[in-house]
């Protein structure tokens, strides 16, 4: 998925777990509030995480991908979430058609103040950063690269479902499909332009009259030591909402893993959410830097797989999601 490109009123929080919740104590000028704040059960995510991979690839047009989608779709259902499927057809950079689903999962679907979760379910048809050319045409399990973001928000889901108290305000989850078909580096076709993100450019211009105050994209969530940087186009469109996030996680006790930098824009699912759809939306997504390219080293190759996926990463991200929506 994606290449790099050029280009609260809260005072203070005093957190106190309990077996399963974490209650803080928050002050302003108004009053004492509250509030009850779910654990977030990374072992729980890393169990759908699994499950997805376990489908083999999810590759448009594959059965590993009807069935997955199939799967998520029914997840949604059994925790309370009002169901929106968008189907459509596309065509990808090498001319095939493929029937795709954009899934969207609603709580509180008639609030009026919504956060707008979302992650790609899909994952990637070719291995390019493989330095061996057959191993570069082997689709990838995506274990960390679509699967970890669509197991956070599940659990998220799940987690909201079985908590005593519910958020005040609107969620949407949603899953776009068919992200990282983009156009390999080894293809000799002609270069097609916007070839990735297929799935979140349709919905952005076929979303009707939805809308939502803002939204946080979660793209490679799980890997080990990661950490999210901030991202260029994030802050562009959206650098409140940046700092929103990142001052949560710092909150949290996140701040080693939501570091405080600003890093290059990348193409990804927000950029068209922001650009198309115009709600705000950030990118959580794994900045390694270390070999001189934006993502990990597990990024488009065989590795990307279980093994290299960490709990501690997902509780990280989870956590900071589930306070985020708790103390809007």
């Known amino acids: 998925m994606k290449f790099k490109y050029a280009v609260i009123l809260l005072c203070f929080l005093l957190f106190s777990c ?3 919740n974490e209650t803080k104590k928050i002050t302003n000028e108004n009053a004492q509030i509250v509030v009850s704040i779910p654990n977030f059960n990374a072992d729980s995510a890393f169990g759908y995480i699994a499950t997805q991979v376990g489908f083999g690839p999810r590759v448009p047009s594959t059965k590993g991908h009807v069935q997955c989608g199939d799967y998520l779709i029914k997840l949604f259902e059994k925790y309370g979430c009002q169901l929106e499927i968008q189907s459509f057809s596309m065509t990808t950079f090498d001319d095939k058609s493929h029937k795709c689903r954009n899934i969207m999962g609603k709580i509180n679907p008639n609030a009026t103040k919504r956060i707008l979760l979302a992650s790609h379910w899909d994952s990637r048809p070719f291995a390019d950063q493989e330095k061996d ?6 689709p990838i ?10 197991g956070v928000l599940i659990e998220i889901a799940r987690t909201i479902q079985n908590s005593s108290q519910k958020p005040n305000i609107g969620i949407d989850f949603l899953l776009f499909d068919i ?30 009259n939805y809308t939502a105050n803002y939204g946080v994209l979660l793209d490679m ?3 080990k030591n990661a950490t ?3 991202e260029g186009t994030s802050i562009y469109f959206a650098n409140d909402i940046v700092q929103k996030v ?3 996680a710092a909150r949290a006790g996140y701040s080693h893993i939501f570091i405080n930098q600003q890093v290059d824009q990348i193409t990804d699912d927000h950029v068209f959410v922001n650009s198309i759809a115009k ?4 990118d959580i997504i794994e900045y390694d830097n270390s070999d001189g390219v934006f993502f990990a080293n597990t990024w488009h190759t065989q590795n990307d797989n279980l093994q290299n996926i960490d709990k501690s990463t997902l509780k990280a991200v989870g956590q900071t999601l589930l306070n985020l929506i708790y103390l809007e």
Request: proline residues 5%; hydrophobic residues 30%.
């Open 18 to 20: 309990k077996k399963s």
């Open 133 to 138: 050319m057959k191993t570069q045409k082997v």
């Open 141 to 150: 399990d995506g274990a960390n690269d679509g699967a970890s973001g669509v």
């Open 179 to 208: 992200e990282d078909y983009g156009q390999p580096e080894f293809s000799d076709l002609p270069e097609r332009q916007n070839s990735w993100c297929l799935g979140s450019q349709y919905w952005a211009a076929n979303k009707g």
């Open 221 to 223: 969530v799980g890997g």
């Open 228 to 230: 999210f940087a901030q």
């Open 246 to 248: 990142w001052n949560t």
């Open 279 to 282: 709600i705000p939306m950030v």
